[in-house]
């Protein structure tokens, strides 16, 4: 079972470039996030889609933009990337219980993507 | 939106000593979710608290709810090498739902 599965593991971007990290997950999850982590600093939501079709800003969304491609992807995308995007990037899904307000599932990792922007 | 305090930042034990993490809020909590992350690896899930003054135990950790619900601890007894680590806290922001938002952590070295 493959769970949440992101590409590239790497990457290596200069000032500008432009890039995309993809993420599928097989758990048929309504839910899928992505945090970005920085030394010291935990884990900080980018984007979040709370179902298919749906997407919201998180704590962090500038200079960044999100696609729920379908119920399975969710890519992030760096149109125009800068050395303060340079962090590990975790992509993550859950499965929201609409009918219990106390009770929130819990996330499913991805391996991360590790970008350096130079 | 809601933020939590996670103390310490850094933990220092000796294995087979015990320790404690925390983790603080001003504001009451619907509920508190706990992850540990590997040196190099990702964050899993550990367990969720929703109750006032919940306990849950797994092995040697035992996780606490306040009665406030404005904090939790983690205490992990006889440590490990396998304890090596960083302990997120985690709750649900009250402004939108499903968006969990992640304390700093708390990393765990342990000395032989």
């Known amino acids: 079972n493959a769970g949440v599965t992101q590409t590239p593991k790497f990457q290596v971007l200069k000032t500008g470039q432009s890039m995309t990290l993809q993420c599928a997950q097989d758990?048929?999850?309504?839910?899928m996030y992505w945090y970005r982590q920085d030394p010291g600093m935990g884990l900080r939501l980018i984007y979040y889609?709370?179902?298919?079709?749906?997407?919201d800003k998180g704590e962090v969304p500038n200079g960044y933009n999100v696609s729920r491609l379908n119920k399975r992807e969710f890519s992030l995308r760096l149109e125009s990337a800068a050395p303060s995007q340079t962090s590990v990037y975790f992509c993550?899904?859950?499965?929201?219980?609409?009918?219990?307000?106390?009770?929130?599932?819990?996330?499913?990792f991805g391996n991360g993507t590790r970008l350096t922007v130079t | 939106g809601q933020q939590v305090m996670q103390i310490p930042q850094y933990q220092h034990v000796q294995e087979g000593e015990d320790f404690t993490t925390y983790c603080n809020s001003s504001?009451?909590?619907?509920?508190i979710q706990w992850y540990k992350q590997r040196p190099g690896g990702h964050p899993v899930f550990l367990i969720q608290?929703?109750?006032?003054?919940e306990v849950k135990k797994q092995k040697r950790l035992t996780f606490q709810f306040g009665e406030a619900k404005k904090n939790s601890s983690l205490h992990i007894t006889a440590t490990q090498t396998t304890d090596v680590g960083t302990y997120f806290c985690?709750?649900?922001?009250?402004?939108?739902?499903?968006?969990?938002?992640f304390g700093a952590g708390t990393q765990v070295v342990v000395t032989p």
């Open positions: 993550a899904s859950s499965e929201i219980d609409f009918l219990d307000s106390s009770y929130n599932s819990p996330l499913h």
């Open positions: 758990m048929n999850h309504n839910s």
């Open positions: 889609s709370a179902s298919e079709g749906t997407t």
């Open positions: 504001t009451t909590l619907s509920n």
């Open positions: 608290l929703v109750k006032s003054g």
């Open positions: 985690a709750h649900a922001s009250t402004d939108s739902w499903g968006k969990l938002q």
